[in-house]
């Protein structure tokens, strides 16, 4: 079945030309006026059961949408088709590439009111995400092993590792695996979301080390840890 529409010409402001697509509306169903069309489709079902029976009124409903008639279904409010789009012309026909269908729902004011009555309204907090590393690479050694020397400028990738160097609890820190001394890298060379480079401090001794970026945002601290453990010779 095909829906009729017809064209009208704006008229907010004489800067706008053209015309804009609009549904031919025949007129509104209340839901007993509604049952009693799919029951003259559907004389053997009691209007009783269509009400329980979805799959039964909607062919009935697709129809007289594309007729032009709002259907009302309380208490829910009430639905109807229309069209939206433009043209140039007022002889052009509707387009499917360029133009929309859509189903308009109008709800019912009881149950706005309800909603309105129930509504609690929670605000949550934005995801922010920790910091994680994707790469390693020693800049000096031009090395992706993992083994470093003291003054080795190193290279970490990854996500959301931008830190604030003037405060000491953020940056990039090497942890001693065998006694949990922890160093920070004071000599940084690039800060960003997706790249650190810094300088090994002079002062580790040799060792396994754990490397961490901690960061902060909205005063809550963020750390990530890098899978892969170095090698300190």
Same mark, same amino acid.
């Given at each position: ?19 804009? $697509?609009?549904? @031919?509306?025949?007129?509104? $169903?209340? %839901? ?5 069309? @799919? +029951?003259?489709?559907?004389?053997? #079902?009691? #209007?009783?059961? =269509?009400?329980?029976?979805? *799959? ?6 697709? +129809? ?7 259907? *009302? ?39 706005? %009111?309800?909603? *309105?009555? =129930? ?18 690479? !020693? ?6 092993? %993992?083994?470093? +020397?003291?003054? !080795? $400028? #190193?290279? =970490?990738?990854?996500? !959301? ?29 690039? !800060?960003?979301?997706? #790249?650190?480079? @810094?300088?090994?401090? %002079? ?8 490397? *961490? ?16 453990? =170095?090698? $300190?010779?």
């Amino acid at each position: 079945m095909s829906k009729d529409y017809k064209t009208k010409k704006f008229k907010l402001s004489e800067d706008i030309s053209g015309y804009y $697509l609009m549904s @031919v509306k025949r007129g509104k $169903l209340k %839901a007993t006026e509604f049952y009693t069309h @799919v +029951n003259r489709v559907k004389p053997d #079902i009691s #209007i009783g059961q =269509l009400q329980k029976d979805g *799959e039964a009124c909607q062919p009935v409903a697709v +129809n007289l949408l594309l007729e032009g008639y709002e259907i *009302e279904f309380p208490p829910f409010g009430s639905f109807e088709l229309t069209l939206s789009g433009t043209v140039d012309d007022r002889n052009k026909g509707f387009d499917p590439k360029i133009h929309k269908v859509h189903i308009k729902f109008r709800e019912s004011k009881e149950l706005i %009111a309800e909603l *309105e009555d =129930l509504l609690v309204v929670n605000k949550m907090e934005t995801r922010i995400q920790e910091p994680s590393f994707h790469s390693f690479y !020693n800049k000096t050694l031009k090395s992706e092993t %993992a083994t470093i +020397n003291p003054q !080795n $400028l #190193i290279e =970490l990738t990854g996500k !959301n590792l931008k830190f604030d160097e003037s405060d000491s609890s953020q940056g990039l820190f090497f942890i001693h695996s065998s006694t949990a001394t922890v160093t920070r890298a004071d000599e940084v060379s690039h !800060n960003t979301q997706s #790249i650190i480079k @810094v300088k090994v401090p %002079a002062d580790l001794s040799p060792g396994e080390y754990r490397v *961490e970026v901690k960061t902060k945002v909205a005063d809550r601290e963020r750390t990530g840890m890098y899978k892969q453990i =170095l090698q $300190l010779i």
